[in-house]
């Protein structure tokens, strides 16, 4: 096990594209961590992106366990860090959003920087129907 991977939940996968790496729950619940199968489904994938993303800082292994452990009535609600693949932004929110981008970019510009430093920092797609 790594820092990278603390509860040994890495796993690789074949397939007809190749290799890819997987995060395997049940892993969680062997070690004792937690009963991944109580949880509801979408609780399930917030475990499983914490699990994939933990980098020791701004996802740990206590925010996994926290996690694993969540219930709905819990006394003290705790945040989740989430760090999401791609966002997908529909007409009416992400028109703004380009347009917040070139509207950075062209400050970026006037202040004499590269504008080309001003990104998302994860993959969008914008639908426009």
Not at 27 to 33: A, F, I, N, W
Request: charged share 30%; hydrophobic share 40%.
């Amino acid at each position: 096990m790594s820092d990278r991977d603390p509860f040994g939940a890495e796993s690789k996968l074949k397939t007809s594209g190749g290799e890819v790496t997987i995060f395997r729950l049940r892993k969680l619940t062997e070690e004792g961590v937690g009963d991944i199968d109580r949880l509801p489904y979408s609780i399930r994938v917030l475990v499983e992106a914490c699990l994939r993303n933990v980098d020791g800082f701004v996802v740990t292994a206590e925010d996994v366990t926290r996690l694993a452990h969540w219930r709905a009535d819990a006394p003290h609600p705790a945040e989740i860090p989430f760090k999401p693949g791609r966002v997908v932004l529909q007409d009416f929110t992400g028109v703004p959003a380009a347009v917040d981008l070139a509207a950075l970019r062209s400050a970026m510009v006037r202040m004499g920087g590269d504008p080309k430093k001003i990104n998302p920092l994860v993959p969008c797609d914008l639908i426009i129907d």
